[in-house]
């Protein structure tokens, strides 16, 4: 009915830059907030940065001033900008959504299949 596909990782080297996508298809009526989260090997899965049907973004402490979540309405998109990478923010990304869906007509819950970010000299 809905689905979430991410796009834009790979290997970059630290201080380096990555974009991140995530386009929303399908039975859409509406969409809500959409967020990043990553998920690091043995860690849990943390929020990166949201961001609001109106356009409000918030953002972990970690990426405040080196990441940028943005959206482009009219393609169902988000984008994460990712600037001044560092080790540590090596993860998996993953793109969650608020979504109502014509068939349901409820505000449900749904996650892309992820996309791997490395940060490596």
């Known amino acids: 009915q809905v689905q979430l596909v991410e796009s834009g990782g790979g290997l970059v080297q630290p201080g380096g830059s990555l974009r991140l996508s995530c386009a929303a298809s399908g039975s859409i009526v509406v969409i809500n907030t959409m967020r990043w989260y990553r998920q690091a090997p043995g860690k849990e899965r943390d929020l990166v940065a949201l961001i609001t049907s109106g356009g409000t973004t918030n953002y972990a402490d970690s990426v405040k001033g080196r990441f940028t979540i943005s959206k482009n309405n009219a393609k169902n998109t988000v984008y994460l900008q990712m600037n001044s990478l560092k080790p540590e923010d090596t993860a998996v990304y993953y793109c969650?959504?608020?979504?109502?869906?014509?068939?349901?007509?409820?505000?449900?819950?749904?996650w892309g299949q992820g996309t791997q970010v490395t940060v490596s000299s």
């Open positions: 969650n959504a608020d979504i109502v869906n014509r068939w349901s007509l409820t505000l449900d819950d749904y």
